[in-house]
C-alpha cells in the first residue's frame, strides 16, 4: 500500500517539476546566488541520508528557500546509479550516494561535484556468516564462498577485510549477486559468506539468519557519502546549495528531538521498524564538510575500482568544493 502510495507521490512530482522547468527552465538574476526558480533533489532509502529525509519531512528547505523565491522538487531512487542517470541528463539537480556511483560518474564525463559528506559509515558495512558457522575472522575465508556486489563498497570491504588477516582475495570465490538475494543464499548455505552495507545487515541478523564477523572500521574502509551536485547548476546557485547543506546539518543535529511521527515514517521508508532504526543512527557520523580524510577515502575508492579495471584512475580533488558548508 505504502510502495503504491509512493509511486502516485512521485508521479505528481514528477508532473509537478516539469511544469517549474526545475533543472532547466526558470532562470532569474543571480546577484544572490541564485538563477533557479526550483531545485530537484534526489534521495534514496538509506540510514545513511536520513538528515535529508527528516529535513524534508520537516520542510525545512522549502522554507529556507522561501525567500528567494525557490521551490523543492524531491525524486526518490532506489540506489545511486539510477539516479547518476537523472542527474547526467539534467534532471535533477543536487542527489545523496555513495562512494562508488560517486566516483564513478566522474569518470563518465558527467559534471558535477562533491559539494558534501552524507555521512561517514564505516560500521553501516558488514561481513556476516550464519549463525553456525565457525568462521571467526578473515583468515578462516580462506577456500570459503562470498556473496557481494561485484564493484561495490562491500567488495572493497572483502578486499580490505582479508588483507587485515594476510589473506588474499584470490584465496577466496566471489559470488556476484544483489542485496536482496544474499540473506536467502546465506540462510541456505549457497555461500559462507556475504559482504553488504545496512539497512541489510540489520535485517539479516535480526531474523536471524547471521552474525556479523567484521565492519569497515576493522579494515579501513571509510564507508564515505556523498551530497552531489550537477555543476552547471551548483556554480550558478551556491545560495541555493548553501541553504540544503545547512537544513541536512540541521537535521543531523537534532536527531534527538524528532518525533516519533516522524521516526515512523522513517522506518517505514527504510522497511525496518523504528527500534531497528534508531539502532543504526551511531554507525553514522552526518559530518556534512568535506575533510582531505573524506577526499582519501574517495581515492582509495578510485583505487580499488581501478584494480578491478571497473574506471581509471583519477585524483578526485578537483571534485570536491567544500566551499558550500564549512564545519564550526
Known amino acids: 500500500m505504502f510502495k503504491k502510495a509512493l509511486s502516485v507521490i512521485l508521479v505528481s512530482v514528477m508532473a509537478l517539476g516539469l511544469l517549474a522547468g526545475c533543472s532547466v527552465g526558470g532562470k532569474k538574476g543571480g546577484s544572490d546566488g541564485v538563477t533557479a526558480s526550483a531545485v530537484s533533489i534526489a534521495i534514496q532509502p538509506s540510514a545513511a541520508f536520513i538528515p535529508l529525509f527528516i529535513a524534508r519531512e520537516n520542510g ?6 522561501q525567500k528567494y523565491n525557490v521551490s523543492v522538487v524531491w ?20 542527489g545523496v550516494m555513495g562512494d562508488v556511483p560517486t566516483v564513478s560518474a566522474i569518470t563518465q564525463g558527467q559534471e558535477r561535484e562533491v559539494v558534501a559528506i552524507s555521512a561517514q559509515a564505516a560500521d553501516s558495512y558488514a561481513i556476516l556468516v550464519s549463525n553456525d558457522s565457525d568462521i571467526q575472522g ?40 544483489n542485496t ?9 548455505g549457497q555461500v559462507d559468506a556475504v559482504a553488504l552495507w545496512e539497512p541489510n545487515v540489520t535485517r539479516i541478523v535480526d531474523q536471524g539468519i547471521g552474525r556479523v564477523i567484521g565492519i569497515g572500521s576493522d579494515c579501513g574502509l571509510a564507508g564515505t557519502n556523498t551530497l552531489i551536485g550537477r555543476k552547471e547548476f551548483t556554480e550558478a546557485n551556491p545560495t541555493i546549495v548553501k541553504v540544503v547543506l545547512e537544513q541536512y546539518k540541521r537535521a543531523a543535529d537534532s536527531l534527538d528531538e524528532v518525533p516519533d511521527s516522524v521516526w515512523k515514517k522513517v522506518a ?17 557520523n552526518y559530518s556534512v564538510a568535506i575533510t582531505q580524510e573524506d577526499i582519501d577515502a574517495l581515492n582509495d575508492t578510485i583505487s580499488f575500482l581501478s584494480g578491478i579495471g571497473s574506471i581509471e584512475e583519477y585524483d578526485i580533488s578537483s571534485y570536491c568544493n567544500d566551499s558550500y558548508f564549512k564545519a564550526d
Do not use: C
Open 75 to 94: 525524486y526518490d531512487f532506489e540506489s545511486g546509479p539510477p539516479m547518476n542517470e537523472s542527474i547526467g541528463k539534467g534532471e535533477t539537480d543536487l
Open 138 to 177: 578473515p583468515e578462516d575465508l580462506k577456500g570459503k564462498k562470498i556473496a557481494t556486489t561485484i564493484g561495490s563498497t562491500g567488495h572493497n570491504l572483502v578486499r580490505k577485510y582479508l588483507a587485515s588477516g594476510g589473506v588474499d582475495l584470490s584465496q577466496v570465490t566471489l559470488v556476484d549477486s
Open 180 to 188: 536482496a538475494d544474499m540473506p536467502y543464499m546465506l540462510k541456505k
Open 268 to 284: 517505514r521508508y527504510l522497511n525496518l521498524d523504528e527500534a531497528q532504526v534508531k539502532a543504526l543512527i551511531p554507525k553514522y
Open 60 to 65: 525545512w528547505i522549502e522554507e529556507a528557500l
